[in-house]
């Protein structure tokens, strides 16, 4: 991963690689955070989560990536404030915390640190964006979107309810709005699945005019 050697030394002398399943917790809110997790391959779903239990999809950890959340608060010596859920199998290596701040005197490290934050602060404004100004038709079709593309299949293993849970909305909203899709061509429902089909990436507008009938 880096070219100072070193960093790299440091890095392959600490570093553990763990293989993790598909739908693992890898950290939940209020953890304290050991260790930060670099993406090797797969992908981690990070979500928010209020007090009541109530979660929202943020963002996509993908190959070569970390969670700029586990950066911050490892370094502040604070307690996780995401979940963080195995998106599919994935290969993750495990950096023990106290680096962090030691490896600051790497430019490399260190470059690697901003452009991580400065990538996931992008992100959560989009994803600000999308729950302020957009309708539920275009805030779940973007969640689909996201997902199938962090896996690289078109085919999203998750029920409507789990779906619901990640937009914090109606389950019965999301069945329709899914069952609109399916009915446009842009989905293929089955038990516990949803076949997306990328090609329809314009979804949300020309489902909008249904969506606000309801």
């Not at 050991?34 to 943020?58: C, K, M, W, Y």
């Not at 370094?75 to 599919?88: F, H, M, P, Q």
């Not at 495990?94 to 992008?122: H, K, S, T």
Request: net charge negative; with cysteine; aromatic share 6%.
């Amino acid at each position: 991963m880096f070219d100072d050697p070193e960093l790299k030394r440091e890095f392959d002398r600490v570093a553990v690689l763990r293989s993790v399943p598909a739908g693992t917790e890898l950290m939940r809110v209020g953890d304290t955070i050991t260790h930060v997790p670099i993406v090797q391959s797969g992908s981690l779903r990070i979500l928010a989560q209020d007090a009541d239990g109530n979660e929202r999809f943020l963002y996509h950890i993908m190959p070569g990536e970390s969670c700029a959340m586990s950066l911050t608060c490892c370094t502040a010596k604070r307690t996780s404030s995401v979940l963080a859920i195995v998106e599919e199998n994935a290969e993750i290596l495990m950096i023990p915390a106290r680096f962090m701040d030691e490896w600051m005197v790497y430019p490399e490290w260190r470059r690697f640190v901003n452009d991580n934050q400065a990538q996931r602060f992008g992100e959560l404004l989009e994803t600000i964006e999308v729950v302020a100004f957009r309708r539920m038709d275009e805030q779940l079709w973007d969640y689909l979107v996201k997902r199938v593309q962090a896996t690289g299949s078109p085919v999203l293993k998750a029920t409507h309810q789990d779906i619901a849970n990640e937009l914090n909305s109606p389950r019965e909203v999301i069945s329709r709005l899914l069952q609109q899709l399916q009915l446009r061509g842009l989905v293929t429902l089955s038990r516990g699945a949803i076949d997306v089909h990328l090609s329809g990436a314009m979804a949300p507008s020309s489902t909008g005019d249904v969506a606000r009938r309801h």
